[in-house]
T-cell receptor, first 112, second 114 residues
Framework: GESVGLHLPTLSVQEGDNSIINCAYS??????FIWYKQESGKGPQFIIDIRSNMDKRQGQRVTVLLNKTVKHLSLQIAATQPGDSAVYFC???????????FGTGTQLKVEL | GAVVSQHPSRVICKSGTSVKIECRSLDFQATTMFWYRQFPKQSLMLMATSNEGSKATYEQGVEKDKFLINHASLTLSTLTVTSAHPEDSSFYIC??????????FGPGTRLTVT
């Protein structure tokens, strides 16, 4: 089945720097990916999504890159702010179904 | 739009009792609702998928007789943890989906079984 994992459990960045959070997936049939932000004690919050027919998508201060060749996606956060401190999860969807598989999560810590 | 609520946000119960958690889509009708479980510093694990008016589909390893799911309407799903034990203590999160892929997540319910 699908498994979605992350390379690093914790990422520390200075305020104002750019953050890059990585995610690897195993199922080449995965066709839709979402990045979520989860603050402590809260539910996941949608950040940005990307379909498998795209390799890049930009939002406000965030960019998601998808490399299907190596089955890797990344979330880039520009000018990281203290409010960006949270756990970030990638999640994947496969084959037109509606079940999301979540990665293990990366804790982003923003240092002042 | 697309707000999902959960009630209660926190609950403490004694071992052996049952606890009901509600998940509501406040401003849209959800064709499907999902229940997840999350242990500290871990990811979300899907427990079950429910469609309004039909039986829930449980993921492998999730006891359907212990985690009862009722999806009585397009805006309400409930999860009942029966005969709760300390190992059931966790953060339970629901999500609701309209047509299409996007799931909207609730704020979660922290269950502590003593």
């Amino acid at each position: 089945g699908e498994s979605v994992g992350l390379h690093l459990p914790t990422l520390s960045v200075q305020e104002g720097d750019n953050s890059i959070i990585n995610c690897a997936y195993s199922n080449s049939a995965s066709d839709y990916f979402i990045w979520y932000k989860q603050e402590s004690g809260k539910g996941p919050q949608f950040i940005i999504d990307i379909r498998s027919n795209m390799d890049k998508r930009q939002g406000q201060r965030v960019t998601v890159l998808l490399n299907k060749t190596v089955k890797h996606l990344s979330l880039q956060i520009a000018a990281t702010q203290p409010g960006d401190s949270a756990v970030y999860f990638c999640a994947g969807l496969t084959g037109g179904g509606n079940k999301l598989t979540f990665g293990t999560g990366t804790q982003l810590k923003v240092e002042l | 739009g697309a707000v999902v609520s959960q009630h209660p946000s926190r609950v403490i119960c004694k071992s052996g009792t049952s606890v009901k958690i509600e998940c509501r889509s406040l401003d849209f009708q959800a064709t499907t609702m999902f229940w997840y479980r999350q242990f500290p510093k871990q990811s979300l694990m899907l427990m079950a998928t429910s469609n309004e008016g039909s039986k829930a589909t449980y993921e492998q390893g999730v006891e359907k007789d212990k985690f009862l799911i009722n999806h009585a309407s397009l805006t309400l799903s409930t999860l009942t943890v029966t005969s709760a034990h300390p190992e059931d203590s966790s953060f339970y999160i629901c999500s609701a989906a309209r047509q299409g892929y996007e799931q909207y997540f609730g704020p979660g319910t922290r269950l502590t079984v003593t």
